[in-house]
């Protein structure tokens, strides 16, 4: 089995910087990737980025390409989702997302989200 955990979501003020962690634990799937994803109330959850366990690759969605960067400790188990320039729009709960293997159906793990707020 596999736990995720996020941490790092807060409250702040447009054109603050967060920074969201998810540690992995259990196994581990070194062909596999992360995605943060987030939902907003009363919408539906998207994509935010993606990042391979083994090559780094990164995937990002418009709404985050050039404010938002994904990277990885695989010593740590640990994916982060920097974030910066942050607006009102980017208020929801960030989950992470553990997929067995990269670039392939379903994610498979889920974490339990990091509220994000951001006030104009």
């Known amino acids: 089995q596999v736990q995720l955990v996020e941490s790092g979501g807060g409250m702040v003020q447009t054109g603050d910087s967060l920074r969201l962690s998810c540690a992995a634990s259990?196994?581990?799937?070194?062909?596999?990737?992360v995605g943060w994803f987030r939902q907003a109330a009363g919408k539906d959850r998207e994509f935010v980025a993606r990042i391979t366990w083994s090559s780094s690759s990164t995937r990002y969605a418009d709404s985050a390409k050039g404010r938002f960067t994904i990277s990885r400790d695989n010593a740590k188990n640990t994916v982060y989702l920097q974030m910066n320039s942050l607006k009102p729009e980017d208020t929801a709960i960030y989950y992470c997302?553990?997929?067995?293997?990269?670039?392939?159906?379903?994610?498979?793990?889920w974490g339990q989200g990091t509220q994000v707020t951001v006030s104009s």
């Open positions: 259990g196994r581990t799937f070194r062909n596999g990737d």
């Open positions: 997302a553990l997929r067995i293997t990269a670039g392939t159906g379903q994610y498979n793990y």
